[in-house]
């Protein structure tokens, strides 16, 4: 049993809907700030910290300001138009966009654990039992198989259709010959043909010289 399984899964957390690339962008200068006077704690680095997390902080405040703002305007919109329908869906994913967060998870009666002393042992049994395996007879091995035996040589049929579907008037490849040649050759060029790319494929060789 995996971890997910016997533990759940948490949804890592959103951004708010009026969290936008301006509002990462400060986030981001926020962190830089605070990084830079942490290592060097002077007073002009101490008074850029203070200025941008003040900017950041109106800025959050405007945005969303301004999402509730549309909000309201849309619910006022619908109600005005009559759109029942969009009225109340809007009202339902507005209302939804608070979910309270918990820490809990289940032992393995599937009793729901809130003390974080038993979360913590749970999760160590948890791992215990998956990590640590005493003996090797417990791991299960894989089988690793390969696609060789699988696979047959192509027959002389194949070859056949596939001279027969080149294409006539074309420039040549590396090797200078074009298809109109091979086309002529007949029973003994394909036989050839045949026997040197099933060669190749046994050998998994390619010839330095054709």
Known sequence: MSAKESLGYYEPKKHKPWFDEGCSKLLDQRKHTKLQSLQDPNELNGDNRNNIRCETSRHFRNKKREYLRDKIDEFAMNSKNKNIRDLYRGMHDFKRSYQP??????????????????????????????????????????????AEPLVPDPSPFEFESAIARLKRYKSPGSDQIPAERIQAGREILRSKIHYLITSILHKEKVPHRW
């Open 101 to 146: 967060s918990s820490n809990l998870v289940k032992d393995g009666n599937g009793v729901l654990l809130a003390d974080s002393h038993n979360i913590l042992n749970r999760w160590r049994n948890n791992f215990s039992q998956l990590l640590n395996v005493h003996r090797v007879s417990a791991v299960r091995q894989t089988e690793i198989h390969t």
